[in-house]
């Protein structure tokens, strides 16, 4: 059973991040000097900004899953891989309770096929720990490596493109853009130690390890894509 997760409500608005069109928390407008606070974003960051939320919220959805169907299929038959894929799962419900959470904070709405993600996470999760546990390590690998690669994209992004103009004609990024670059950094930092660990438990010993790899790797890009628009 999955654990910690944080229920939504039915429906929510279609989003779209207004208060970071503000892109100062109210304590620290509050405390702001007028020169110290930002102009606003425009239409088309924060509709990207919802996309990143919306797209970070399903892929650690997905990350839930598939390490609850691995930790189904292979604690109790495999001792060894109980702490190392306990550890690995709870960063992921903490990684999707975090994103819930600015999910419902930031009204953006879910993506509108969850229910898909939920199901395929957890047979891909379980069905390549059916396999063996070195398949199961080599599904690790292949979707942090995407999932790697996909946090840089948006850090990259949200470095370049979201340096906002204060009053006063300095730039720099809001309170809450910082918070949310330092968030994907530290998950990043997360997907990646991940990586390391199904490395170190033998994923390139699976059986087929590249028909495995790449076509998870496609499956996590065709997921990616489509979360962040559906
Ligand atoms: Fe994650
Ligand atoms: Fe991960």
Known sequence: MLRKSVSRPASRGFSVLKS????????STQNAKPNDRFKPLSDAQVAYLDRVVRVDQAGELGANYIYAGQY????????HLKPVLHH????????????????????VRPSLITPLWKLGAFIMGSGTALISPEAAMACTEAVE???GGHYNDQLR????????ERNDGTKGHSQELSSLIATI?????DELEHLDTAIEYDSH?????ILLTEGIKNVC???IWTAERV
Request: charge should be positive.
């Open 20 to 27: 970071l069109k503000t892109t100062e928390s109210p304590k």
């Open 72 to 79: 189904f299929v292979l604690a109790s038959k495999y001792p």
């Open 88 to 107: 690995m799962w709870e960063q992921e419900i903490h990684h999707h309770n975090t994103f819930n959470e600015m999910q419902l904070k930031r009204r």
């Open 145 to 147: 490596t995407v999932i």
């Open 157 to 164: 992004c949200l470095n370049n493109q979201y340096e906002l």
């Open 185 to 189: 950094k530290q998950f990043r930092d």
């Open 205 to 209: 010993k699976a059986v087929p390890y």
């Open 221 to 223: 890009r065709v997921a």
